[in-house]
């Protein structure tokens, strides 16, 4: 019988947890055993109880004999390496790993003979769609971000009528048409702001339009830029540069700045750097959620919030913690939507000829399989 651990959840700040008591349920029908770290779900709302009730067994924290035990461990981010030595071969770790230029990853998982399921690379098609955790986290960033930047704007965004006078509506410039761009167009339409969106793709100008935003034409160049897999591709300096030129008329006449532009497994390009940010006016907001990967604006740190030429900069890579339920939730879903058609009987068997499983299989019972990934 396939045993699955849920650990509680050590990095900092994060609120989420990998399996739900719905998904914990979903497992045991299954005839998988589940057990789930005590706490683990506490702080996404999530009692001990509530994981017993749907057939759940509470341990104890670090307890070596079921992390020595456990098939398949769900995780948000990669557990501790103190952890992952007590995991026997050929143990299934699944969640979003960090892989890229993560040596002390590909070691350990290398040395304790672990197969690695990293869903950073979990191929962007349809039938993956159920699957795709990166999509289902960044719908709540997008959303959030609106949120934070309404908290910290000095003003309304919608327009309002008063005895006293008109308020006109904010202006929302937002960098990036994927998910969380979406998402955050969404959000800001419907608490009455102007939005307007810049992509590198012309594909996008159709969805940001439907959503009643306004696309930014960016320049032409000889070389188009596009993507690969569902990503944005890296695009030449020469188009950084004329784009940039683009963008400041707009930042100029912005209120909030939400940047979401990142490019899989490569450092996030800078979009709006200190020129830019100097014709933006004192009291407007920049939240920048592609902050871990360097960022799209110039200065930003990862969860500070800075204030440069009266501008302030949120770097907000983590916004998905913060709505822990439903992000928590949606998570669980993705992973056992994955792994659900790979249990028979209780029994787990990867089918490493699936392209689900072949794209995100880091590692095969610590054979690793994708050492460019390692090498980015």
């Keep these: 019988m396939t045993k699955v651990l849920i650990p509680l959840e050590t990095s900092l700040g994060e609120r989420r947890v990998s ?4 998904a914990v349920k979903k497992l045991k029908s299954l005839g998988c055993e589940v057990y789930i770290e005590t706490s683990a779900g506490n702080l996404s709302g999530f009692s001990d109880l509530s994981y017993e009730e749907s057939g759940g067994k509470i341990v104890g924290l670090n307890n070596s004999i079921i992390w020595g035990e456990a098939n398949i461990v769900f995780c948000v981010h990669s557990p501790s390496e103190e952890n992952l030595m007590k995991l026997n071969k050929g143990a299934i770790l699944l969640g979003l790993l960090n892989p890229y230029g993560n040596n002390d990853l590909r070691k350990i998982i290398n040395s304790n003979k672990i197969s ?3 869903l950073e690379l979990l191929p962007r098609i349809s039938r993956a ?3 795709d955790v990166l999509s289902s986290q960044a719908n709540i960033a997008g959303y959030k971000a609106v949120l934070l930047a309404a908290t910290e704007l000095d003003r309304y965004f ?3 009528m008063t005895a006293a ?7 929302v410039v937002v960098l990036g048409g994927g998910v969380a761009g979406l998402q955050a167009v969404a959000t800001a339409k419907r608490l009455g702001a102007i939005v307007f969106v810049s992509d590198i793709r012309p594909a996008v100008k159709e969805q940001v339009e439907s959503l009643g935003a306004r696309f930014i034409e960016l320049p032409e160049v000889d070389e188009k830029p596009g993507e690969a897999g569902g990503y944005a591709k890296a695009v030449t300096p020469e188009f950084l540069s004329k784009q940039k030129a683009t963008l400041t008329k707009y930042l100029s006449e912005a209120d909030v700045a939400i940047c979401t532009a990142q490019v899989l497994g490569k450092k996030a390009p800078v ?3 200190s020129p830019m940010l100097e014709k933006m006016r004192p009291g407007s907001v920049v939240i920048d959620l592609a902050v871990s990967q360097g960022g799209n604006c110039e200065g930003t740190k990862s969860n500070e919030t800075i204030i440069k030429d009266g501008v302030k900069l949120i770097g907000a890579g983590e916004l998905p913690s913060s709505v ?3 992000a928590s939730s949606l998570y669980a879903k993705n992973l056992t939507s994955l792994i659900t058609p790979f249990i028979k009987d209780g029994v787990i068997k990867l089918d490493k000829e699936d392209e689900l499983i072949s794209g995100c299989l880091l590692s095969d019972e610590g054979v690793v399989l994708q050492n460019k990934v390692f090498e980015n």
């Design 324 to 326: 822990p339920y439903d």
């Design 19 to 22: 399996a739900t008591p719905e």
């Design 165 to 171: 006078g008109t308020v006109q509506p904010a202006k």
């Design 158 to 160: 919608p327009m309002l």
């Design 271 to 273: 979009l709006i750097d």
């Design 129 to 131: 769609q159920s699957s």
């Design 116 to 118: 690695a399921l990293s």
